[in-house]
């Protein structure tokens, strides 16, 4: 297909725009240059229109890069007529590469710098300033040709080159000082308070010297005089009425005319401020308060110990005012920020509890009993248990922890009866629900043993009735192993003659009957069938599996071994009980099948190490103590001693023990050598003599020296042996190892 020429594209495309044909489909962004223009815009905006169009016939030359999808990449219109074949969509799809530079917004000119958004500003002294702009992280700090002046400025700046204008509120240092120490005059004039006008003269004095500062402190003198002038008439006062009109004066608070002769008492005239004057007038008022407060207390406090003596008493004859009723208006008497705090609420929660007995002490049925005892001062209240409240609260219970203590005995009672119920046959799970309602009902302790052995027994109880409602041998299996029911000896194997006996309605109230009645009995008759199917067993594998069979609970059942075993049960071995089949099948077999294994290893070892492993396995069957008892050299040394013995036997077999008490009689033998050799060597007092000590079976590796080298081996044996000999406590050679070692060998 032929592309038109690059002006001819632009004057279409321009002409395009003009009669509004071309969508945002064709084209969402066009790049010219590197200035962007949104084609969106252009629909409706006729001046970007105008200059989009304006801008594209000058500045075509720059290039014209079209962005079909606006996803950020784009397509060189200069490719896209060089190229054949392919739509513009389909080019683009193809060759778009990323494109960047601004969109114009719209402002100014295209091509023109395009500023920031100004997020915030504001001042950091009176030439520079921090601006913060958006999609900017961090701040910019301008500085001013103007210095900014105290409060609100318009100023401009010019940032990457476009030109802002913001305003800037600007905190002048020196007039806020002077604005600050003003206001504090200000209110130490109006409030002649000490501690104010401390507070002033203190900003007033940092101030630079200045007719300003003249006069906030001639202000202040002025305040001064005022307070001196007052103090002065508070101390200066020769009578009460004197001393009231000075104490009814700005700035003294809580002046009370009833207390003046106190007030007169308190200041001695020595007061120098206006805090010790106040000081002493709060002194006289909390007096006075705590005194009046006291009385108070102490009123509210004896009128709730007569109602909680006497819950329904009155204060005298018939007609007059209940105890509590007294009570409740000596506790409201109460300011609520009586000291201490919690006096109040106290008072007014013992005269709660005692409204909360009154009720019932006052019923004379059930029914208003029933209500009595729905107050929230009472817990774990069972309405249907109201005949038994009824009989235990006799009147005598004046106190909320007393009635309390009634209601927990009945429900525990109840409990306890009902859970006996629940365990008395037959067993049913009304029973259960209803035992379980009333053990819920009772008090929780720590420890909690009382409820919790309740809950117990019925648990213990439904897991019975689970064994009896059982329909399934997995349903009854399920429930034998319930932990409740803590059974012993459950045979899964026999779930089906367990499930014969439950369902012959043998009597199952209590577990102990489950376990005699349905465990211990169906364990017994699969007893008998198993010993009976092993003394019938015909073949190996009968046997085998009439060996594994549960009830028998045998242990270290062999399947390598069924030959031998069923060889002992043919042979006519006793297999009476499952303890005869242990013994005379089982344990028998094994041991000789054992015996082999290690006679095998002891004849296979080619090593001193290899050989003290199987000797002492030999050793621990055979109980060969002196063996067990060697350290590990000792133990390797006599091993080293029996594999040279073993290695001598002439045979047949030869090289080979052929009984294991050959073995264990060998252990005993070279066990005697090695201790009479370590005694000989010992016991040599010179060369000749340990020569004769040395040459034996047990050290080849002498009889194999010359006789000169035999010399001088004993040599170094003899002197090693008188070192050992010398040593605090005397010493000797104790392994064959040491002795080798010290003939150089």
């Known amino acids: 297909m032929k592309r038109p020429n690059k002006k001819a594209l632009v004057v279409g495309l321009t002409s395009a725009l003009v009669l509004g044909m071309c969508s945002s489909a064709l084209a969402a962004t066009v790049h010219v240059g590197d200035v962007g223009f949104n084609l969106d815009r252009t629909y409706s905006d006729e001046n970007y229109n105008q200059s989009f169009r304006t801008y594209l016939l000058q500045n075509v030359a720059n290039g014209i890069f079209i962005d079909l999808n606006d996803d950020g990449s784009s397509v060189n219109v200069d490719d896209y007529l060089a190229s054949e074949g392919q739509t513009l969509v389909q080019f683009e799809t193809a060759n778009q590469a990323p494109k960047t530079g601004p969109i114009w917004d719209g402002t100014g000119e295209p091509g023109d710098a395009q500023g920031l958004v100004v997020a915030s500003v504001s001042a950091i002294n009176s030439t520079t300033i921090s601006v913060t702009f958006e999609g900017v992280a961090a701040p910019v700090e301008i500085t001013l040709e103007t210095a900014l002046v105290h409060g609100d400025n318009d100023v401009s700046f010019v940032y990457d080159g476009v030109t802002y204008t913001e305003t800037v509120n600007y905190q002048d240092p020196a007039v806020v000082a002077v604005e600050n120490a003003t206001a504090a005059v200000v209110v130490a004039e109006g409030s002649l308070l000490e501690a104010d006008l401390t507070a002033s003269q203190v900003l007033v004095a940092a101030l630079p010297a200045s007719d300003t500062r003249t006069l906030l402190q001639a202000r202040i003198s002025s305040v001064q005089l005022t307070i001196n002038g007052i103090i002065a008439a ?144 009472f817990a774990r209240v069972n309405t249907n248990l109201i005949a038994a409240y009824d009989i235990a609260l006799d009147g005598t219970e004046i106190t909320v922890a007393a009635i309390q203590a009634d209601i927990n005995t009945v429900n525990n009672a109840q409990a306890l009866q009902a859970v006996v119920a629940a365990e008395t046959g037959p067993l049913t799970t009304a029973k259960v629900t209803t035992a379980t309602a009333l053990v819920n009902g009772m008090e929780d302790l ?294 080798k070692n010290a003939a150089g060998l």
Do not use: C, H
């Open 446 to 739: 720590v420890p909690n043993t009382l409820k919790d052995g309740y809950v117990d027994r019925v648990d213990v109880v439904t897991a019975i009735i689970a064994v009896a409602d059982a329909t399934t041998e997995a349903q009854l299996l399920t429930a034998l192993q319930a932990d409740e029911l803590a059974l012993t000896t459950v045979n899964p194997d026999l779930i089906a003659d367990y499930k014969t006996i439950v369902d012959g309605g043998v009597v199952i109230v209590t577990a102990a009957n489950i376990q005699a009645n349905v465990i211990d009995a169906g364990n017994a008759g699969g007893l008998v069938t198993a010993l009976a199917d092993v003394a019938a067993a015909t073949t190996e594998q009968e046997l085998l599996v009439a060996l594994q069979a549960t009830p028998l609970a045998l242990t270290n059942v062999r399947p390598e071994l069924i030959t031998e075993y069923k060889a002992l049960v043919d042979g006519g071995a006793t297999i009476a009980t499952a303890g005869n089949i242990q013994t005379n099948v089982i344990t028998a077999a094994n041991s000789v099948a054992d015996a082999a294994i290690r006679l095998v290893a002891v004849n296979d070892a080619t090593t001193a190490t290899e050989m003290r492993t199987a000797l002492t396995a030999v050793a621990v069957a055979q109980g060969t103590t002196a063996y067990i008892n060697l350290n590990s050299t000792a133990k390797l040394e006599v091993a080293e001693l029996v594999l040279a013995a073993r290695d001598a036997i002439a045979g047949p077999p030869a090289d080979e023990f052929a009984l294991t008490t050959d073995v264990t009689t060998e252990i005993a033998t070279q066990i005697a050598a090695r201790t009479t050799f370590l005694g000989n060597v010992n016991a040599a007092t010179n060369i000749t003599d340990m020569i004769t000590a040395l040459d034996v079976t047990e050290f080849p590796e002498f009889a194999a020296l010359t006789e000169s080298q035999q010399i001088d081996a004993a040599d170094l044996v003899l002197t090693k042996l008188v070192e050992l000999q010398a040593q605090t406590p005397a010493a000797e050679f104790t392994t064959i190892t040491a002795i």
């Open 234 to 377: 508070v101390t200066g006062s020769t009578n009460e009425v004197q001393l009231y009109a000075a104490l009814s004066q700005k700035p003294f608070t809580g002046v009370n005319i009833n207390f003046i002769t106190n007030y007169d008492t308190a200041i001695t005239g020595v007061e120098a401020t206006l805090a010790a004057i106040q000081a002493d007038i709060d002194a006289v008022n909390l007096a006075a308060t705590n005194a009046d407060l006291a009385a108070l207390v102490a009123t509210a406090t004896a009128d709730v110990v007569a109602a909680e003596a006497d819950p329904d008493g009155l204060v005298g004859a018939p007609g007059t005012a209940t105890l509590v009723a007294v009570a409740q208006g000596s506790i409201d008497a109460l300011p609520a920020d009586v000291a201490p705090a919690t006096t109040k609420a106290a008072l007014q929660a013992r005269l709660d509890a005692v409204k909360a007995v009154k009720p019932v002490l006052e019923a004379t049925n059930q029914i208003q009993l029933n209500q009595a005892l729905q107050s929230s001062s």
